[in-house]
């Protein structure tokens, strides 16, 4: 009887223990979320369209703080787009049709993020 509630009790600990890793990444579904910006007036420019890319093995947790694959798309999109010239924090610049996309086999998590970065101007 001891050795069935300690048992018991190693897999609830196990459990607790386990159940603050970040999963959220590796659950997602494979769903496009997209962004539409629709503008009466052409008071704006096209800078340029960027993708971000992050892979992931399946079965991997991902130790507290660090970043989930989303975010790490989401940034290596944000570097490519300062390479390009398209930097978003210099001018009224932004992020348009955000579409991320998430492919997953037995081993592997691929999430694909791209945008297009749009500055407004002047009206003249």
């Not at 694959?69 to 787009?81: E, F, G, T, V, Y």
């Not at 210099?90 to 999430?111: D, M, W």
Request: charged share 20%.
């Amino acid at each position: 009887m001891k050795k069935i509630i300690f048992g018991t009790l190693i897999i609830a600990v196990s459990a607790i223990c386990f159940s603050s890793c970040k999963l959220s990444a590796h659950l997602t579904t494979s769903d496009a979320v997209n962004t539409n910006v629709n503008l009466s007036q052409a008071n704006f420019k096209v800078l340029g369209s960027f993708t971000g890319v992050a892979t992931g093995k399946t079965q991997e947790l991902s130790i507290k703080g660090e970043p989930g694959l989303l975010s790490q798309a989401k940034a290596d999109l944000l570097n490519k787009a300062k390479a390009g010239g398209a930097d978003l924090k210099q001018g009224s610049r932004a992020l348009i049709n955000v579409t991320t996309e998430v492919k997953k086999n037995n081993k592997h998590i691929v999430v694909t993020m791209t945008a297009e970065v749009i500055e407004f101007v002047a009206k003249q």
